[in-house]
Nanobody, 120 residues
Framework: QVHVVESGGGLVQIGGSLRLSCVVSGGTFTDYVVAWFRQAPGKEREFLAGINGSGGSLATADSVKGRFTISRDNSERTVWLQMNNLKPEDTAVYYC?????????????WGQGIQVTVAS
């Protein structure tokens, strides 16, 4: 079974930083493309950044480019999202997603989400 667990969220002041962690257990970790999403109240879930199994960054959303950085350590089965210069509009529940493909089938696993609140 695959489990995705996020940690590192919380309350931070404007301009501050947080680093979110996502640990994926189960399966071959390097087979997973891992991405971060967020969802603010009343809004749709938004893609933020993705990283492939070898650590290459796949994409970063324009809304966070230059402020958020995704990275991974395969030996620790962990993907991080470093968030700098946080703004009130970054307040949301942040989700980690691990995706893999086998026999033309896509398998996606979501974490439970973690709250990030940027105090204005």
């Amino acid at each position: 079974q695959v489990h995705v667990v996020e940690s590192g969220g919380g309350l931070v002041q404007i301009g501050g930083s947080l680093r979110l962690s996502c640990v994926v257990s189960g399966g071959t970790f390097t087979d997973y493309v891992v991405a971060w999403f967020r969802q603010a109240p009343g809004k749709e879930r938004e893609f933020l950044a993705g990283i492939n199994g070898s650590g290459g960054s796949l994409a970063t959303a324009d809304s966070v480019k230059g402020r958020f950085t995704i990275s991974r350590d395969n030996s620790e089965r962990t993907v991080w999202l470093q968030m700098n210069n946080l703004k009130p509009e970054d307040t949301a529940v942040y989700y980690c997603n691990a995706a893999t493909w086998e026999n033309d089938q896509t398998y996606q696993y979501w974490g439970q989400g973690i709250q990030v609140t940027v105090a204005s």
